[in-house]
């Protein structure tokens, strides 16, 4: 048996849209036969990624795909967030048409955050959709970006503003990818670990809590059981899967007034949460006390906390939220650690509300 028999396995149960999370160290060693179930007899497979991850992992994919006797096109991204533009998809639908991608090929995200969401939307409208899968190489994706078909790129107007929801056939994590990554990319991943915790699960919270080196696989499958489970009763983002855009409202806004690069996601992510619970805790509507809990739990991770620029800057870059309707915007609040909810605010409201809760998020 491989290594891929010992996986761990969860379910995202969309019915025939409805597709495995597999979690196993060494899964990479594995991949070739991961996916030969999934490939057409004379379909190409495209392997998208970036320079980093290529150079790390370039290696281990190979001989995989090798073993199983599959060939493959490596299409190499640059790193970071700008690769998620216009001109980052047209260069990656270029690559497509060179190596004459079908509808009966394979596109394999294998990366990050940014790779998974441009190589998904890519791969949802090339030739009218051919199958992807994720190989997340990074806590944040493997955690959170991975799972759940969400799929975008930036423009100059916001944070995916332009995607599609298309899910993956196959979600492959492997935790032993993340020893390769800056301290940095795992600080960020961290902060949507402590984001599921936060809306869901206080006993996740608490463990985020006590110990500053938590069992990665253990945190890692309980995020993507957590998400996997929304995801199932709300795929399209219309309900009960908004709490996963704790943080993010402001997180997006704060990325966007910055230039999409000062700050990684999840490092956005930290202060936007940090400033919804205290916005929260100044409406009211989030117990007391959970603002400085929240706060501490993110810098015990190396994260920051308190935001620095003036809050009044971000209120006018949430009318193109996608989650704004009719002068107001839903975000999601924090009644207690693990228990979250959706109220609408309206942006009239919002400079006066952040403005008197800005003594508690810069505490």
């Known amino acids: 048996m491989n290594r891929a028999g010992r996986a761990e396995r969860l379910t995202v149960g969309l019915g025939d849209g409805g597709y495995d999370i597999l979690i196993g160290s060494a899964l990479i060693e594995s991949v070739g036969d991961l996916l030969r179930p999934l490939c057409c007899e004379g379909g190409e497979i495209a392997v998208v990624t970036d320079e980093n991850v290529w150079m790390n992992h370039v290696d281990a994919l190979s001989s995989s795909m090798d073993r199983a006797g599959l060939g493959f096109q490596p299409i190499v991204m640059p790193e970071g967030e700008g690769s998620k533009s216009i001109s980052g998809l047209e260069a990656l639908y270029n690559s497509f048409a060179r190596m004459k991608l079908t509808r009966f090929g394979l596109a394999v995200a294998f990366g990050g955050g ?16 051919v199958r992807f899968v994720q190989v997340p190489t990074t806590l944040l994706a493997q955690v959170d970006s991975s799972v759940g078909g969400k799929t975008g790129i930036n423009l100059a107007h916001g944070k995916n503003i332009v995607g599609a929801f298309y899910q993956p056939k196959l979600v492959v994590i492997d935790p032993l990818t993340l020893r390769t990554l800056p301290d940095r990319e795992v600080r960020c991943g961290m902060a949507e670990v402590v984001k599921y915790g936060a809306i869901r699960s206080e006993s996740l919270f608490e463990t985020l809590r006590e110990r500053s080196e938590p069992d990665i696989s253990s945190v890692i499958r309980e995020c993507c059981a957590i998400k996997s ?27 966007k007034h910055t230039g999409f690069g000062k700050y990684r996601h999840g490092e956005a992510v930290a202060f936007g949460m940090v400033m919804a619970s205290a916005l929260g805790e100044r409406m009211g509507v989030t117990s007391p006390g959970v603002t400085r809990a929240l706060g501490e739990t993110l810098a015990l991770y190396g994260l920051e906390t308190r935001y620095p620029g003036d809050a009044a800057d971000l209120v006018p870059l949430l009318s193109l939220d996608k989650k704004s309707v009719g002068g107001a915007v839903r975000m999601v609040f924090l009644r207690k650690i693990g228990t979250a909810f959706v109220r609408r605010v309206k942006t009239a409201d919002l400079e006066r509300l952040l403005k008197g809760a800005e003594e508690l998020w810069r505490m």
Request: glycine letters at 14%.
């Open 229 to 255: 489970e929304i995801a199932a009763r709300d795929e399209r983002d219309f309900g009960e899967r908004m709490l996963l855009n704790f943080g993010h409202t402001l997180g997006h806004a704060i990325e």
């Open 114 to 129: 940014v790779v998974g969401d441009l190589c998904g939307f890519a791969a949802a409208t090339w030739m009218r959709g």
